[in-house]
């Protein structure tokens, strides 16, 4: 039986990969500082702890592990990461963390280890026209990213490639782009942008309003999880290390994001423009370097994914309500 270490199981992503590899039927051990919120753990064996502890890496990589998945991190949407207020918690965990997961699993002679990095290494120069963003993989250098979160991924990025040269690790990086789905944060200001705008619509009446940062015209890509999972199973167990985008390349306004949820939700809502944290004008996923090494991209409609998210998000609003 294959064996598979995720990092980060009690999050979003990480749930979700651990019920992925379970179907593959992997023995798989999860940590995370807390069990998934919104369902069970499908591990074989959980360890609740924390990542920047050595002695608790040591712990937990006790084996030779077929493949590693590293997800944890210290992160959220835009109201967590694009205040500044939280920066120096970003990078310093992160760090640690990533630091700490290298050099176990080195010691432990674990070869493939996966790595998730993020869109927000990209250059916020090229980010600047909402109708033409550039975020082929080879524009994130000169670095300028539009976020302290964004630099520690580019630094942890260039951690896993000195290993990938110097150690003899097979690293494989990819760069996320909007995440989303069922059974993730919704309400606590680290949700993406799609569960913040369910949650809002779901709560709101018919005829109301919901709130809105910024002008709505700033775009975005986004991809349902099953996609992310599949993309990120294709190039940790391909030849080929990264960095690479997986992310969707149907680009749409949160304006437009805001009205696919209200139809799907069967309300008609006015929109109320505020202030709030923004992050870069423009962001689509490039995809065509990972069509060409991968010979797979993206193509679930973000209507489809965005439908079974909001239905699950309005059974939430529905639970919270009935409780309170």
């Not at 069990?35 to 006790?62: K, M, N």
């Not at 696919?260 to 006015?270: E, H, P, Q, S, Y």
Request: aromatic share 10%.
């Amino acid at each position: 039986m294959k064996t598979a270490l995720v990092c980060g199981a009690g999050g979003f992503i990480g749930s979700h990969m651990v019920r992925r590899l379970k179907d593959e039927g992997f023995w798989i051990r999860g940590v995370d500082l807390k069990y998934p919120e919104f369902w069970e753990t499908a591990a074989d064996d959980f360890v609740v702890g924390d990542l920047r502890d050595p002695s608790l890496c040591r712990q937990i990589v006790d084996r030779r592990f077929d493949e590693v998945y590293q997800f944890a991190a210290d992160m959220g949407g835009a109201g967590f990461v694009f205040t500044g207020e939280n920066d120096a918690d970003i990078m310093h965990n992160s760090g640690q963390i990533n630091l700490n997961i290298l050099d176990t699993c080195h010691k432990r002679n674990i070869k493939r280890i996966f790595y998730s990095s993020s869109a927000c290494v990209y250059p916020e120069y090229n980010q600047l026209d909402p109708e033409n963003p550039n975020c082929s993989e080879d524009s994130a250098y000169p670095a300028q990213p539009d976020s302290d979160y964004g630099f520690e991924k580019l630094f942890s990025e260039r951690l896993y490639l000195a290993y990938h040269r110097n150690k003899g690790m097979e690293v494989r990086i990819a760069r996320f782009h909007n995440i989303f789905g069922p059974y993730g944060t919704w309400k606590d200001g680290r949700e993406k942008a799609p569960a913040a705008m369910c949650r809002k619509v779901a709560m709101a009446p018919d005829g109301g309003t919901v709130e809105i940062w910024g002008d709505g015209n700033q775009t975005r890509s986004f991809l349902y999880i099953d996609e992310c999972l599949e993309g990120t199973l294709r190039l940790t167990r391909s030849d080929w290390t990264g960095p690479v985008n997986i992310g969707s390349d149907e680009m749409v306004t949160i304006n437009a994001l805001a009205d696919m949820a209200m139809v799907i939700a069967g309300k008609k809502l006015k929109k109320d423009h505020i202030q709030g944290p923004l992050g870069v004008r423009g962001r689509n996923s490039d995809n065509r370097l990972i069509e060409k090494m991968l010979h797979w991209r993206p193509s679930r409609p973000l209507y489809e994914g965005l439908e079974k998210t909001y239905h699950w998000i309005e059974q939430q609003v529905r639970k919270l309500k009935s409780d309170g």
